[in-house]
């Protein structure tokens, strides 16, 4: 209590305490710098601070003296004031302690009526919050739009963006749903500029037939046609595949240049995968392999070029190996 209630630090109040001790006991009021680092082995940075500390709170204030010579002469403002704030201290703890037993000896105050509660009958109802429409029924409801946009424009494409502004849905979703149409044989798929496009299938005509009851039929159609297994396909054959799709390409277009782009498109396999497989078929002997522009260009290896590798390795020896063969042979005899 006493140290919350003190304005100094409770190094300064020690520093303090002794001062007042060591001015009794040398029978003075006044005091340097000096005079204090005799009686008391203290640093003077730590001293310097302890009497700005004391300045400023005014327990003590300079008489006389000069900073660049003796140093400034210092002198104890009151030297009662511990005890005043000893006092105060007490006659603060007898208020509270009075404060607190009146309290206990009054009478407990009664406890407030609770506030009778509102008619609920009284209040005016809320407004239901719109709540996002959620469609339950998946690809049935895309189906739906599709059929109302193939009675507009008969034989028409069909792409996902032309249903997420209808349906709210993401690109993907859409793209989802009109795939699992595609393998319920609903719709016809086709590869156009790397990118599906759908159309109804021949088998229904949708403007002879009302929408909705054409949707329940190809539901119940649905329902009763088994699912087909989604697997993802996948080339074991790996370099193999690549070769055969090079000579289809090669069929159509002789002493063409081939790049691993040419074949991500069709197998839907990465690009780097496309280079390791044509540089597989180049170290097989099958392609042959040229450096431009920082990349490297395959083309087919023609059979002329294969004969004629084939020659090379099956000619007669030289003249020269000829002889040193029948060099050996003699030193051996």
Known sequence: MFRRADELSTTARGFYQWLKKYLNEAKTNQFTALDIRKAKRIHPRTLNNYLQELKLFSYIQIVGGNKHREGFIYKLTDISELTDLQNGIETSL?????????????????????????????????????????????????????????????????????????????????????KTLWEKKILDREMIDSQYIYRLAENYEPNKIDPDKLVSSIVETIKKAPERVKKVNRIDEKEKHTLKLLLELEAKEQGREYQPHHFTAITGRSKITEARHLKTLWEQGTLNREWKDRQYFYTLKTQSTMTSSKQVSQNPLSNSQTLENKEKEAKKQ
């Open 94 to 178: 007898k208020q509270t302690l009075e404060r607190i037993s009146g309290k206990q000896t009054e009478q407990p105050t009664a406890k407030p009526e609770p506030k009778p509660k509102e008619n609920i009958q009284d209040e005016p109802k809320k407004t239901e919050e719109q709540k996002r429409v959620r469609i339950t029924d998946n690809y049935k409801h895309t189906l739906k739009l599709l059929l109302e946009l193939e009675a507009k424009e008969p034989k028409r494409t069909f792409e996902p963006n032309d249903f997420t502004k209808l349906t709210g849905r993401s690109y993907g979703i859409e793209a989802s749903y009109l």
